[in-house]
């Protein structure tokens, strides 16, 4: 019995782990910590998880694993007591721009059933309720209403569209129906008749008249019958004395405009179904529109010097012909500015025309005809991204377009019709707008608000809504939205999404694998998120979480420490047992958590060059009028809750600010009112967590550029020379060099239909990535793969006699990643790697000393060693006079900010606004604040 309540793991050797054995406890809540590097996700993702995931492939009939051969056992002796596992990463999310909040968490599934089944329509016409009527209800009303009154029955067919509709009468007429009411007159339907084409109609075929009396009882029924029948479930009726036409329906109607709406299904109040989808978007809720900008980036430039950025300089080609067919016709010439050219010239560049021109020869004064055809340069790159076959001409058309909100829908995805169907006057979309706060405050208070025929019918949908919000807001999600799109997801946001879902599905004896839940979560709300952990673990799980924060640690039941150092110095389990064990130990974590050691606070705070950058009437998403001042030659913390707008005033308003002023930069900033203070930058920087590249064939070498040097240096080895080998022969991307099986990947992606693809070695090459003569080039006696499966720090050393290799790995290795190999796949970094990997990119660059740096999070996946050689790092390039901004919840890095601008209250619509500015020691006074109140006591701590 006693085996069932550990997870043992014998012989483990994935990557860098030595060997090792571990008795992890289950059903208990353990965390994984270590320095970055020292083998936490190879224990965790690459021994325990592949394993689990190996046994389920292993249920899978011969059939299925036929396809799926290449899942080979990780590096380990023995796993026992393994459970099923799931594993939450922080890259799982679909990145599809059909993927929301409200899809992924299915909470967005459950409201489309309750709008279907319990919501009320209301006419886009007249905002009056729909009705809908059954046969008899019909009959009685029209009985009650127009009782002993001459009337016309009509079936409507045409509502306001043009056309000549000459066959549809020859339709009526075969059908036996003599009468038509064709724009409120009616008609005798005559043989040939047709109308007027361009303009609208209105048509409708009379069915019957007749005196409503007993005597017409049977006469009405039947003619009710037919003109529901011919009018698609809508019936028209006219009384003798009132020309105001009655509308009935079967469906639901409008009773004054007599539009209906088909009887509402769930995928009606779906944007990725074409029953609810918005016919301009495709349901998107965006759309992409040309910007002039992006053509004409530089108007005091011609045409022939490449004014217009799509077409480049001037060539010998048809369009540059008819450009000079314009200029003679508009007498300008392509060698003038463009904004000297005459405005209906440039509309017919851009938006084209056609039109027959004779000019006079000056010379020999002959009068020569020349024709213009020419689409427009918008008309073709709209016609290109729609209706181009090649992936990389929509590319192309893309990149001078913009995003912007569709213009039918105003971004809320859905037909015009679906948004009609309302709920206490709330449609699905104002549901899907609110924060999960406020959304969770709604349906509190609606249950009493539904007719008791509602509330039958929502009861059970209300209750699994409101448990799904639950699990959000104890998460620490509250200032989502449900309509936020996933792509806008950080890792932790996305990861603590997927960690509710989980918690919803009750599942009991799995083991949950999580990858540093905690990032981009502010203090305030880690324990939120570790009460979740302990809810998971307390229904029967087992929860084992690689994490580096404080709090999760002291709230384990058990931690296992790995190290002692990063890379081939790590891989040994340290230190082993519950939070006062670990202390026990002389590991570098103990000696952080221990106050042993610790990231200083600087004696002082630097004054800055005296020059800022003030930045007012900031409004984007929920900025509340945000006026800002950001003193230059210091380093700058932007701290507040998840979600209380510090990416939308920073990534999303300064950057793209900064980035068109020095770089020409085209993304349009969120609305501010006016900058100032732009002449002290002359170098922006940002480094985000975005990948360093989407396929395996982007690495770390290829991204900083050091294995275009690499390849020089074996194209330079005597071998090479007398084979005559250029440096492209030592390429995985180009054919000659590279193992043409696996075409340089070093493996092959196997596409399931029913789990995410598989990537398998290549056969032919072991993943080597090259063919058998590129690696008989030897340089030290290392071939080009050897190389690329080097460490940062083995190659450092390896390379430190050619100072341009020597200087960019040094400086990797500087920021913490002496780990990493060189030709580690860009797809298997976490994010907090990419961010390193691109600030050494960007330090191993000169710096100009007015360089403004921006950092969103960089501590994600950093131990408090790493951190501090981080900080080290960021504090020279500011000690040189540049400034840097980092984002950041952290507080050992908050703690050494010369300047914090801190943003709250809480996160979503309660946030926006700037609560406290200053230093440190400045903010701690502010009673509001949560950084405030956190900070406070790391100082105390420090102090003490």
Same mark, same amino acid.
């Given at each position: 019995?006693?085996?069932?309540?550990?997870?043992?793991?014998?012989?483990?050797?994935?990557?860098?782990?030595?060997?090792?054995?571990?008795?992890?406890?289950?059903?208990?809540?353990?965390?994984?910590?270590?320095?970055?590097?020292?083998?936490?996700?190879?224990?965790?993702?690459?021994?325990?998880?592949?394993?689990?995931?190996?046994?389920?492939?292993?249920?899978?009939?011969?059939?299925?694993?036929?396809?799926?051969?290449?899942?080979?056992?990780?590096?380990?002796?023995?796993?026992?007591?393994?459970?099923?596992?799931?594993?939450?990463?922080?890259?799982?999310?679909?990145?599809?721009?059909?993927?929301?909040?409200?899809?992924?968490?299915?909470?967005?599934?459950?409201?489309?059933?309750?709008?279907?089944?319990?919501?009320?329509?209301?006419?886009?016409?007249?905002?009056?309720?729909?009705?809908?009527?059954?046969?008899?209800?019909?009959?009685?009303?029209?009985?009650?209403?127009?009782?002993?009154?001459?009337?016309?029955?009509?079936?409507?067919?045409?509502?306001?569209?043009?056309?000549?509709?000459?066959?549809?009468?020859?339709?009526?007429?075969?059908?036996?129906?003599?009468?038509?009411?064709?724009?409120?007159?009616?008609?005798?339907?005559?043989?040939?008749?047709?109308?007027?084409?361009?303009?609208?109609?209105?048509?409708?075929?009379?069915?019957?008249?007749?005196?409503?009396?007993?005597?017409?009882?049977?006469?009405?029924?039947?003619?009710?019958?037919?003109?529901?029948?011919?009018?698609?479930?809508?019936?028209?009726?006219?009384?003798?004395?009132?020309?105001?036409?009655?509308?009935?329906?079967?469906?639901?109607?409008?009773?004054?405009?007599?539009?209906?709406?088909?009887?509402?299904?769930?995928?009606?109040?779906?944007?990725?179904?074409?029953?609810?989808?918005?016919?301009?978007?495709?349901?998107?809720?965006?759309?992409?529109?040309?910007?002039?900008?992006?053509?004409?980036?530089?108007?005091?430039?011609?045409?022939?010097?490449?004014?217009?950025?799509?077409?480049?300089?001037?060539?010998?080609?048809?369009?540059?012909?008819?450009?000079?067919?314009?200029?003679?016709?508009?007498?300008?010439?392509?060698?003038?500015?463009?904004?000297?050219?005459?405005?209906?010239?440039?509309?017919?560049?851009?938006?084209?025309?056609?039109?027959?021109?004779?000019?006079?020869?000056?010379?020999?004064?002959?009068?020569?005809?020349?024709?213009?055809?020419?689409?427009?340069?918008?008309?073709?790159?709209?016609?290109?991204?729609?209706?181009?076959?090649?992936?990389?001409?929509?590319?192309?058309?893309?990149?001078?377009?913009?995003?912007?909100?569709?213009?039918?829908?105003?971004?809320?995805?859905?037909?015009?019709?679906?948004?009609?169907?309302?709920?206490?006057?709330?449609?699905?979309?104002?549901?899907?707008?609110?924060?999960?706060?406020?959304?969770?405050?709604?349906?509190?208070?609606?249950?009493?608000?539904?007719?008791?025929?509602?509330?039958?019918?929502?009861?059970?949908?209300?209750?699994?809504?409101?448990?799904?919000?639950?699990?959000?807001?104890?998460?620490?999600?509250?200032?989502?939205?449900?309509?936020?799109?996933?792509?806008?997801?950080?890792?932790?946001?996305?990861?603590?999404?997927?960690?509710?879902?989980?918690?919803?599905?009750?599942?009991?004896?799995?083991?949950?694998?999580?990858?540093?839940?905690?990032?981009?979560?502010?203090?305030?709300?880690?324990?939120?998120?570790?009460?979740?952990?302990?809810?998971?673990?307390?229904?029967?799980?087992?929860?084992?979480?690689?994490?580096?924060?404080?709090?999760?640690?002291?709230?384990?039941?058990?931690?296992?420490?790995?190290?002692?150092?990063?890379?081939?110095?790590?891989?040994?389990?340290?230190?082993?047992?519950?939070?006062?064990?670990?202390?026990?130990?002389?590991?570098?974590?103990?000696?952080?958590?221990?106050?042993?050691?610790?990231?200083?606070?600087?004696?002082?705070?630097?004054?800055?060059?005296?020059?800022?950058?003030?930045?007012?009437?900031?409004?984007?998403?929920?900025?509340?009028?945000?006026?800002?001042?950001?003193?230059?030659?210091?380093?700058?913390?932007?701290?507040?809750?998840?979600?209380?707008?510090?990416?939308?005033?920073?990534?999303?308003?300064?950057?793209?600010?900064?980035?068109?002023?020095?770089?020409?930069?085209?993304?349009?900033?969120?609305?501010?009112?006016?900058?100032?203070?732009?002449?002290?930058?002359?170098?922006?920087?940002?480094?985000?967590?975005?990948?360093?590249?989407?396929?395996?064939?982007?690495?770390?070498?290829?991204?900083?550029?050091?294995?275009?040097?690499?390849?020089?240096?074996?194209?330079?080895?005597?071998?090479?020379?007398?084979?005559?080998?250029?440096?492209?022969?030592?390429?995985?991307?180009?054919?000659?060099?590279?193992?043409?099986?696996?075409?340089?990947?070093?493996?092959?992606?196997?596409?399931?239909?029913?789990?995410?693809?598989?990537?398998?070695?290549?056969?032919?090459?072991?993943?080597?990535? &090259?063919?058998?003569?590129?690696?008989? +080039?030897?340089? @030290?006696? #290392?071939? !080009?793969? =050897? %190389?690329?499966?080097?460490? /940062?720090?083995?190659?450092?050393? &390896?390379?430190?006699?050619?100072?341009? +290799?020597?200087? @960019?790995? #040094?400086? !990797?290795? =500087? %920021?913490?990643?002496?780990? /990493?190999?060189?030709?580690?796949?860009?797809?298997?970094?976490?994010?907090?790697?990419?961010?390193?990997? #691109?600030?050494?990119?960007?330090?191993?660059?000169?710096?100009?000393?007015?360089?403004?740096?921006?950092?969103?999070?960089?501590?994600?996946?950093?131990?408090?060693?790493?951190?501090?050689?981080?900080?080290?790092?960021?504090?020279?390039?500011?000690?040189?006079?540049?400034?840097?901004?980092?984002?950041?919840?952290?507080?050992?890095?908050?703690?050494?900010?010369?300047?914090?601008?801190?943003?709250?209250?809480?996160?979503?619509?309660?946030?926006?606004?700037?609560?406290?500015?200053?230093?440190?020691?400045?903010?701690?006074?502010?009673?509001?604040?949560?950084?405030?109140?956190?900070?406070?006591?790391?100082?105390?701590?420090i102090n003490q």
């Open positions: 019995m006693e085996s069932q309540d550990f997870i043992e793991v014998y012989g483990a050797r994935a990557h860098n782990l030595k060997n090792i054995d571990v008795k992890i406890p289950r059903e208990k809540l353990v965390v994984i910590t270590g320095l970055s590097g020292s083998g936490k996700s190879s224990l965790a993702f690459d021994t325990i998880y592949a394993e689990g995931q190996r046994r389920y492939i292993e249920t899978f009939s011969a059939y299925a694993r036929q396809f799926l051969g290449g899942l080979e056992r990780p590096d380990v002796d023995k796993i026992d007591g393994l459970s099923p596992v799931i594993s939450i990463e922080q890259k799982t999310t679909n990145k599809s721009p059909r993927s929301t909040v409200g899809t992924i968490t299915e909470i967005y599934d459950f409201l489309r059933l309750l709008f279907a089944r319990a919501s009320d329509a209301y006419s886009y016409n007249t905002d009056e309720k729909m009705v809908s009527y059954s046969d008899e209800q019909i009959f009685d009303l029209i009985t009650s209403d127009f009782k002993d009154k001459k009337t016309t029955i009509l079936a409507p067919l045409i509502k306001s569209r043009k056309g000549h509709y000459r066959e549809l009468f020859e339709q009526i007429s075969k059908q036996g129906f003599l009468r038509a009411r064709v724009d409120g007159q009616i008609v005798e339907i005559t043989k040939g008749m047709r109308l007027d084409r361009y303009k609208t109609h209105d048509i409708e075929v009379v069915i019957d008249r007749l005196v409503i009396n007993d005597a017409s009882e049977k006469r009405l029924k039947e003619s009710i019958k037919t003109a529901l029948h011919s009018g698609n479930n809508i019936l028209m009726i006219i009384s003798e004395n009132d020309s105001k036409p009655r509308y009935f329906s079967r469906e639901l109607m409008c009773p004054t405009t007599g539009i209906a709406y088909p009887n509402p299904e769930p995928n009606a109040f779906s944007f990725n179904s074409p029953k609810g989808a918005c016919p301009n978007c495709n349901g998107l809720g965006i759309t992409n529109e040309v910007n002039l900008r992006k053509i004409i980036p530089d108007d005091s430039k011609s045409i022939k010097n490449g004014a217009i950025a799509p077409l480049g300089e001037e060539k010998n080609t048809w369009i540059f012909k008819q450009l000079y067919h314009i200029a003679e016709r508009y007498t300008f010439k392509l060698s003038d500015s463009i904004h000297s050219i005459p405005k209906e010239a440039l509309e017919v560049i851009l938006n084209g025309g056609k039109e027959s021109f004779e000019v006079t020869s000056k010379t020999i004064g002959v009068r020569r005809s020349y024709t213009i055809d020419f689409e427009g340069i918008i008309s073709f790159i709209k016609n290109q991204y729609k209706h181009a076959e090649s992936s990389s001409i929509k590319r192309w058309a893309k990149g001078y377009m913009d995003e912007i909100a569709c213009s039918e829908c105003c971004g809320k995805r859905l037909k015009k019709e679906s948004l009609y169907f309302k709920i206490e006057d709330k449609n699905i979309s104002d549901l899907a707008q609110m924060d999960i706060q406020e959304l969770s405050e709604w349906f509190d208070t609606i249950a009493s608000k539904l007719s008791e025929k509602q509330f039958h019918i929502a009861e059970e949908i209300l209750k699994e809504i409101r448990t799904r919000i639950q699990f959000l807001l104890d998460v620490g999600l509250d200032y989502l939205t449900l309509d936020r799109s996933s792509k806008s997801i950080s890792g932790g946001e996305a990861q603590r999404i997927r960690l509710a879902t989980q918690i919803g599905s009750q599942l009991v004896g799995v083991l949950y694998i999580l990858d540093e839940p905690s990032i981009g979560l502010h203090q305030r709300d880690n324990q939120k998120l570790i009460d979740s952990l302990i809810k998971l673990r307390d229904i029967g799980n087992s929860v084992l979480v690689v994490e580096h924060d404080e709090d999760m640690i002291k709230h384990a039941d058990y931690v296992l420490d790995i190290g002692p150092g990063a890379g081939r110095h790590g891989g040994q389990i340290v230190s082993e047992g519950n939070f006062d064990e670990l202390l026990k130990h002389d590991t570098l974590t103990a000696d952080y958590l221990a106050k042993k050691k610790e990231i200083k606070v600087p004696k002082q705070r630097r004054k800055g060059n005296g020059n800022s950058i003030k930045l007012e009437g900031a409004t984007g998403n929920n900025l509340k009028n945000v006026d800002i001042t950001l003193p230059l030659g210091k380093m700058i913390c932007v701290t507040g809750v998840s979600g209380s707008g510090k990416s939308t005033l920073i990534n999303e308003t300064l950057y793209p600010i900064l980035n068109a002023h020095i770089y020409r930069g085209v993304k349009t900033p969120m609305p501010y009112k006016k900058i100032k203070g732009l002449e002290h930058v002359d170098k922006v920087i940002d480094i985000d967590q975005s990948p360093i590249g989407r396929t395996p064939r982007s690495n770390p070498a290829t991204y900083t550029g050091t294995f275009g040097e690499i390849r020089s240096l074996f194209a330079k080895t005597p071998e090479a020379a007398i084979r005559g080998y250029k440096p492209g022969r030592f390429s995985f991307n180009v054919k000659g060099g590279r193992c043409e099986t696996c075409q340089g990947g070093g493996v092959k992606v196997i596409e399931m239909n029913f789990l995410p693809d598989v990537h398998v070695e290549c056969e032919t090459c072991q993943g080597k990535r &090259f063919n058998r003569e590129t690696l008989e +080039i030897r340089y @030290k006696g #290392k071939s !080009i793969s =050897d %190389v690329l499966n080097m460490t /940062i720090e083995d190659a450092t050393e &390896f390379f430190e006699h050619i100072p341009k +290799i020597y200087r @960019k790995l #040094k400086t !990797i290795k =500087d %920021v913490g990643l002496g780990y /990493i190999t060189l030709g580690q796949q860009s797809t298997t970094l976490s994010g907090g790697e990419a961010q390193r990997i #691109k600030l050494a990119t960007e330090l191993s660059k000169r710096d100009t000393g007015n360089t403004f740096y921006i950092l969103d999070e960089p501590t994600t996946g950093l131990h408090f060693e790493d951190i501090r050689v981080l900080m080290q790092v960021l504090n020279k390039l500011v000690d040189k006079g540049n400034t840097v901004l980092i984002i950041e919840h952290n507080l050992d890095v908050i703690k050494l900010a010369d300047h914090i601008v801190d943003l709250g209250l809480e996160g979503g619509k309660k946030g926006g606004t700037i609560l406290v500015t200053g230093a440190p020691e400045e903010i701690i006074k502010n009673k509001k604040s949560y950084t405030a109140q956190f900070l406070k006591r790391e100082l105390a701590s």
